[in-house]
């Protein structure tokens, strides 16, 4: 087995993640868990880091049943030709025996293509202010190459697209700005420039993940 995740349901029994895609219920330690639930028909070949790798129960769990899983997917149609996956945060019903999901309640919330099948994150949470707060990672093949090859990669196209994102909140320059300002002050003087944009980079596209998990 591969476990990357688990959560406790209000009654204590807890729900635990397989990477490949199948959810375990298990009422009490020592119990033999049984099948909660299985994905794998809905997601993406395993590979790097990809599977099933958040879940979180909404915080009114006993009154609506809402279940949130992030798992990776193959390639939407439209999404751009060799990227590796489809990151899916979705949201489930869970039905009033507990014995698994409702069928066809998944409701879609998010999907981002993904270029590579790692730094993905995937994580998932409500915090005290009743908001879910889901991880989404380094973009993956983007931070690679940025931090391995970082004077031959050409990925300007890439970095276009998260600044493209980070555009919708203006506020957020003034903060990018002050990373870069900060990095010029922590990074040793023979760090390249784009070191010091791509934590710029990196800090806008986190902040803006943050506030669009605000608005689910």
């Known amino acids: 087995t591969f476990p990357t995740t688990m959560t406790f349901l209000p009654t204590g029994d807890r729900l635990v993640c397989e990477r490949t895609g199948q959810i375990l219920h298990q009422a009490e330690a020592g119990d033999s868990p049984r099948l909660f639930a299985d994905l794998s028909d809905r997601m993406a070949e395993l590979a790097g880091e990809r599977g099933l ?11 609506n049943r809402r279940m949130y899983l992030r798992y990776s997917a193959p390639l939407r149609d439209g999404m751009p030709e060799g990227y590796s996956h489809t990151a899916v945060l979705s949201a489930f019903e869970v039905t009033e025996d ?4 409702v069928p066809n309640s998944e409701q879609t919330l998010l999907e981002i293509p993904e270029p590579g099948a790692v730094h993905n994150a995937g994580d998932l949470a409500f915090g005290p202010d009743g908001y879910l707060y889901a991880s989404m990672g380094a973009l993956g093949y983007i931070f690679t190459k940025l931090m391995s090859d970082i004077e ?10 998260l600044v493209e994102l980070a555009l919708r909140i ?5 903060l ?3 990373v870069y300002l900060l990095s010029a002050a922590l990074l040793p003087p023979s760090e390249p420039n ?4 791509t934590a710029g ?6 902040l803006y993940v943050n506030v669009t998990m605000k608005s689910l």
């Open 53 to 63: 790798l958040g879940i979180a129960h909404h915080p009114n769990f006993t009154e």
């Open 98 to 101: 507990g014995s698994g999901f």
């Open 152 to 161: 031959s990669y050409d990925g300007t196209a890439d970095i276009d697209r």
């Open 170 to 174: 203006p506020v957020a320059w003034v």
């Open 176 to 178: 990018g700005a002050g």
């Open 194 to 197: 784009t070191a010091r944009f």
């Open 201 to 206: 980079v990196a800090f806008l596209v986190g």
